[in-house]
């Protein structure tokens, strides 16, 4: 008898942790999206109303995620984008809590996290990611397949724009967007 209630507790245990694993989410109101030079790494820059508590430096393996910016956004409302976060690493923990260039301008004169003992202080998370292909749905779980996915496109129409319909490819101060929910797949 003991044995069943063990078993059973086991069983709702693991349940309970799918549920909860399969979809962190983290909610910001702007957002930033940098090409981190060989496609497809970016940097995904995510400010503003993310709890003190979130924790950072947690990314062990390559997790699918989707960054869905909300349709009140002025920029990229409605699009969202498929990414493979890069898992940390002794230099580069993922998240990471970060102050950048410009501090609570949010302007992003530049990518780099600052060396500070408050790195908090601009409620900003930096993640290290991969945009994927928006044909990467499937991979997704089904009430997600049905955004409206946009991707990287190579080259330029004839006006010199480039093709590709990422968030933050247009210069700044252009290249803000939000409010966003990043979900990631566990």
Same mark, same amino acid.
């Not at 999206?33 to 003190?52: K, R």
């Not at 049905?146 to 129409?157: A, K, M």
């Given at each position: #008898? #003991?044995? +069943?209630?063990?078993?059973? /507790?086991?069983?709702? @245990?693991? @349940?309970?942790?799918?549920?909860?694993? &399969?979809?962190h989410v983290i +909610?910001?109101? +702007?957002? #930033?999206?940098? @090409?981190?030079?060989?496609?497809?790494?970016?940097?995904?820059?995510? *400010?503003?109303?993310? !709890?003190?508590?979130t924790k950072d430096n947690w990314v062990d393996k390559d997790y699918w995620a989707v960054l869905e910016i909300d349709k009140s956004s002025k920029k990229h409302g409605g699009e969202a984008v498929i990414f493979k976060?890069?898992?940390?690493?002794?230099?580069?923990? *993922? !998240?990471?809590?970060? /102050?950048?260039?410009? $501090?609570? +301008?949010?302007? $992003?004169?530049? !990518?780099?996290?600052?060396?500070? &003992?408050?790195p908090k202080s601009m409620n900003q998370l930096r993640f290290k990611v991969k945009v994927q292909y928006k044909d990467t749905k499937e991979n997704l779980p089904k009430e997600y397949q049905?955004?409206? @996915? /946009? *991707?990287?496109?190579?080259?330029?129409?004839d006006n010199g724009v480039s093709l590709s319909q990422l968030p933050g490819r247009l210069p700044p101060p252009n290249h803000i967007f939000g409010p966003v929910k990043l979900t990631i797949f566990k």
């Open positions: #008898m #003991m044995k +069943k209630v063990l078993l059973a /507790v086991v069983i709702l @245990f693991s @349940f309970i942790s799918k549920i909860h694993a &399969d979809g +909610k910001a109101d +702007k957002s #930033m999206l940098y @090409f981190a030079g060989l496609y497809p790494s970016y940097l995904l820059y995510l *400010q503003g109303n993310i !709890p003190e508590g976060l890069k898992k940390t690493s002794k230099a580069s923990p *993922q !998240p990471e809590w970060c /102050v950048t260039q410009g $501090g609570g +301008k949010f302007d $992003g004169k530049g !990518p780099a996290c600052l060396n500070t &003992d408050k049905s955004l409206n @996915f /946009v *991707q990287y496109e190579v080259g330029y129409d």
